[in-house]
């Protein structure tokens, strides 16, 4: 992957005074599910399988669908099958297992031929009324994040604060940086307009906020594509 440095980056600071009133939500607890199709999707890692699901939730049909698809992991028979028909079937699928009192509270799936996934997540330890943080992917990565404990949930605001600063925010964080990453003479930002979506059962508004974010990041790299092609033209 190639990154330009002299792309636009796009940053969603929480610092900004005209950040939205959505910001200050927090949800009571990562503990009780927000609705029943929550609760089935809570510990499921396939990002096929999780669609799969709410289609079949949706259609009021989720009794008809093969348990085998509600396991949190597949086990490898049904997962090699899976990836013999498309291999975005491994998104997600070869995520590190949960810890125990462990729950993801927010996802980034890519668009990437293997469908990646990025998973945030937390837990309470024995004896310890923090709630702990870490993030985590399909490569054994190690990802540096602030912050790594809370005493409550995270408002919307500072979950937000937390995925624009992984590693020190490079790139423009963890919602913008594989976008950034993949962004070349080859490839232009309106082909990755949905190459990162970033969505989470206990922040509705997450999604939105960062496909707006996704959508002025284009905007501006195509902005500056058309400013480099003046200048091309001129000289």
């Known amino acids: 992957m190639i990154h330009n440095s002299n792309r636009t980056t796009v940053m969603s600071t929480t610092s900004n005074p005209q950040a939205p009133a959505s910001f200050a939500f927090r949800p009571e607890s990562y503990w009780e599910d927000p609705?029943?199709?929550a609760a089935i999707l809570r510990n499921i890692k396939g990002s096929n399988r999780r669609k799969m699901i709410t289609d079949y939730?949706?259609?009021?049909?989720?009794?008809?669908?093969?348990?085998?698809?509600?396991?949190?992991?597949?086990?490898?028979?049904?997962?090699?099958?899976l990836e013999s028909l498309h291999p975005t079937f491994m998104g997600g699928e070869y995520l590190p297992?949960?810890?125990?009192?462990?729950?993801?509270?927010?996802?980034?799936?890519?668009?990437?031929?293997t469908a990646d996934v990025i998973s945030i997540r937390a837990r309470r330890q024995p004896g310890d009324e923090l709630i702990h943080y870490r993030i985590v992917d399909e490569y054994e990565t190690t990802f540096s994040i602030t912050p790594e404990t809370s005493e409550h949930p995270l408002s919307l605001g500072e979950l937000v604060q937390l995925i624009d600063t992984v590693d020190g925010g490079e790139y423009g964080g963890l919602a913008l940086c594989y976008n950034e990453q993949n962004l070349s003479e080859w490839t232009n930002a309106e082909s990755l307009r949905h190459f990162t979506?970033?969505?989470s059962a206990f922040y509705p508004?997450?999604?939105?906020?960062?496909?707006?974010?996704?959508?002025?990041?284009?905007m501006k790299n195509l902005d500056l594509d058309d400013d480099?092609?003046?200048q091309d033209e001129e000289d």
């Open 197 to 199: 979506t970033v969505e």
């Open 228 to 230: 480099e092609d003046e």
């Open 97 to 113: 297992d949960l810890l125990p009192t462990e729950v993801e509270i927010a996802r980034i799936e890519l668009q990437s031929t």
């Open 35 to 37: 609705d029943p199709l």
């Open 57 to 81: 939730w949706n259609a009021g049909k989720i009794g008809e669908l093969d348990p085998a698809h509600l396991e949190d992991s597949t086990e490898p028979g049904l997962r090699q099958f």
């Open 205 to 218: 508004a997450l999604f939105d906020h960062y496909d707006g974010i996704h959508e002025e990041w284009m």
